[in-house]
């Protein structure tokens, strides 16, 4: 696990985005494993800039997002569906048919979940991996005591993690209660991830995945055992790490 200090969010930001950007320009048809949440926003908006300047081309890039809320329709303004084009999607060169959510708005669970797993494979999985950390250090949505080889499964999420998403809800009672994610099996099969954390809020989970024992209780931890994982956090997010 590589740790790159940054000195704040936008910092974060940039260096993210210039990982992706080079990933991009390197293999042009990359697959990428895509996140929600308001973290990686800013690298976002620094790709849909460089795409702006002529300088980035997501024509032949395929994307895969980590998961979505079960029972929102895709135009639900809280689905993340809805996050994904408002954010990225609609202000590039993607093609729609190349990007994938998994689908919320289809309550078959299992069904859902299998197709997921089968359209990650077929694409070979992602080249790069981006991936938030929540403050108990789920990824996706693999909460605390995830099981570690499973592939797209639905959960049940922590009463903190409806919390912490409420902010984005008018009634903490809307937040969704499952969700559909990629397992932590799959993450693990992307050949690069990219995990960004900005914050003293998740100073903690930043501590416990790069430093603490490898444990389902933080299910981020495994990561300590990907080939190339790269963190690139803000000083905030890296208060309680040694120096
Ligand atoms: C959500 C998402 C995660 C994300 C996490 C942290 O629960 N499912 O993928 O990493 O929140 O979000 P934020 O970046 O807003 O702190």
Known sequence: MRIVRAHDYDDMSRKAA???SAQV???PDSVLGLATGSTPLGIY???IEWYEKGDLDFSQVSTFNLDEYRG???DDPQSYHHFMRANFFDRINIDPANTHVPDGSNLDAEGVCAAYDRSVADAGYPDLQLLGIGRNGHVGFNEPGAVFSKGTYCVDLTPSTIEANSRLFDRVEDVP???Y???VQTIMFARSVLVVASGEE???AVRAMCLGPVDPQCPASILQLH???TVIADEAALCKMPA
């Open 202 to 204: 998740k100073a903690d």
């Open 18 to 20: 210039n990982i992706i």
């Open 25 to 27: 320009t390197l293999k």
């Open 45 to 47: 908006a620094q790709l």
């Open 177 to 179: 209660r499952q969700a």
């Open 227 to 229: 080939a190339a994982c």
């Open 181 to 183: 994610t990629m397992g």
């Open 72 to 74: 929102l329709a895709h």
